[in-house]
């Protein structure tokens, strides 16, 4: 389908009335007005600074308060207290560094924990080739003690890894609930 002559005509005037050259102020022109307009200023704006605008008092939440007034209640009542209150305290140091410090010291465990339990897997390793080695029933049942030892705290350190990978999957988790950002965490 064809457009009419004098569509294209209209096409290309308007687009030329667009394009026209913009006249632009040059610097120095800009310079001078911003020099006027501050000659007319008579006196420096009002500059807030954190000291002007003061402390906000915090407020307790309610869930320290007792719900129940039986004895097991109570019991967990006295205790509430002093842990809402250790909460509510906790809540104005958690800025950055906290998040980021309690998240790099649980990594460093894990590490920590990781590297001694490769250690640990070595060590067994040796002392099984060395019980395998051994024709001598009273040093092989030496070395076999000191197997067994180091199994059990392999065992250990394996348990502490998980604890540690939990631990580090709860602070996310405790992060993300209370809207820390991720940046803070790394």
């Known amino acids: 389908m064809r457009l009419p002559a004098c569509f294209s005509m209209i096409v290309l005037a308007a687009g030329v009335a667009v394009c026209r050259p913009v006249l632009a102020q040059s610097l120095g022109d800009v310079s001078r007005q911003e020099e006027e307009r501050r000659k007319d200023v008579k ?3 009002k500059v807030y600074t954190n000291r002007d605008l003061g402390t906000v008092p915090v407020i307790p939440s ?5 719900a129940r007034t039986d004895s097991a209640a109570s019991d967990k009542a006295t205790d509430a207290p002093k842990d809402g209150a250790k909460g509510s305290k906790d809540e104005s140091v ?3 560094k906290y998040w980021s410090t309690r998240k790099k010291d649980l990594q460093a465990k894990l590490e920590r924990d990781k590297v001694l339990a490769d250690a640990m897997q070595s060590r067994i390793n040796g002392l099984t080739a060395d ?3 051994r024709s001598d029933p009273a040093q092989r049942a030496v070395i076999d003690a000191d197997r067994k030892r180091a199994l059990s705290e392999l065992d250990g350190l394996q348990k502490s890894i998980k604890d540690d990978q939990k631990a580090l999957a709860d602070l996310d988790e405790e992060a993300r609930k209370a809207s820390v950002p991720a940046g803070w965490l790394r």
């Open 43 to 45: 006196a420096p704006a």
């Open 62 to 66: 309610d869930d320290t308060k007792p």
């Open 94 to 96: 958690k800025d950055q």
């Open 131 to 133: 019980f395998a080695a």
